[in-house]
Antibody
Framework: QVQLVQSGAEVKKPGASVKVSCKTS????????IHWVRQAPGQGLEWMGF????????HYAQNFQDRVTMTRDTSTSTVYMELSSLRSEDTAVYYC?????????????WGQGTPVTVSS | QSGLTQAPSASGTPGQKVTISCSGS????????VYWYQQLPGTAPQLIIY???QRPSGVPDRFSGSKSGTSASLAISGLRSEDEGDYHC???????????FGGGTKVTVL
């Protein structure tokens, strides 16, 4: 069965970086792009961007272009999202999700979410 | 980054019909499909409507979607207690060259 399993909760200080992983299984890794979406406490969803597991190409949302890096490891079918220069406003649950390459962008499977807390 | 506009809350009694709206512009809803996600308390979002009005397998036909111009709607008929949660609309925005979400609508079953 399709699974996206994320790494555990993180607590970081302002100015630090965080790297969250998303290990996929149950489908062809290179057939689906992996996106990252975050949700601050009590807020809506915010799209951060995606990585193409096939070639490693990325596309980031304008709000995150200077601070986010998304990478993949095809040997372990795992995708990583690193966010730098953290500030308190980055406190949120971070989700990975997949969308079928060549199709409209919608997400049929999601990870369980990784809480990230930024606090001094 | 501008998003889509949703009312923060909606409510109804069991069996009633609730309609949630999602407002956008010509660069997003007006030129792209709309998708709806249900997020039950403490869980990840789940796709319930794709391409404006299509239901993934397993989603009850009590859920229906529609789109007209730069707005979209999600209707939940025969409201049930297990429908309580947040509902988010999403679509691609050509001006931003990115995916945008609505702020989410919290549905309460009275």
């Amino acid at each position: 069965q399709v699974q996206l399993v994320q790494s555990g909760a993180e607590v970081k200080k302002p100015g630090a970086s965080v790297k969250v992983s998303c290990k996929t299984s149950g489908y062809s890794f290179t057939t689906y792009y992996i996106h990252w979406v975050r949700q601050a406490p009590g807020q809506g969803l915010e799209w951060m961007g995606f990585v193409n597991p096939s070639g490693g190409g990325t596309h980031y949302a304008q709000n995150f272009q200077d601070r986010v890096t998304m990478t993949r490891d095809t040997s372990t079918s795992t995708v990583y999202m690193e966010l730098s220069s953290l500030r308190s406003e980055d406190t949120a649950v971070y989700y990975c999700s997949r969308h079928h390459a060549g199709y409209d962008i919608y997400f049929d499977y999601w990870g369980q979410g990784t809480p990230v807390t930024v606090s001094s | 980054q501008s998003g889509l506009t949703q009312a923060p809350s909606a409510s109804g009694t069991p069996g009633q019909k609730v309609t949630i709206s999602c407002s956008g512009s010509s660069s997003n809803i007006g030129s792209s499909y709309v998708y709806w996600y249900q997020q039950l308390p403490g869980t990840a979002p789940q796709l319930i409507i794709y391409k404006n009005n299509q239901r993934p397998s397993g989603v009850p036909d009590r859920f229906s979607g529609s789109k007209s111009g730069t707005s979209a709607s999600l209707a939940i008929s025969g409201l049930r207690s297990e429908d309580e949660g947040d509902y988010h609309c999403a679509t691609w925005d050509d001006s931003l060259n990115g995916l945008v979400f609505g702020g989410g609508t919290k549905v309460t079953v009275l």
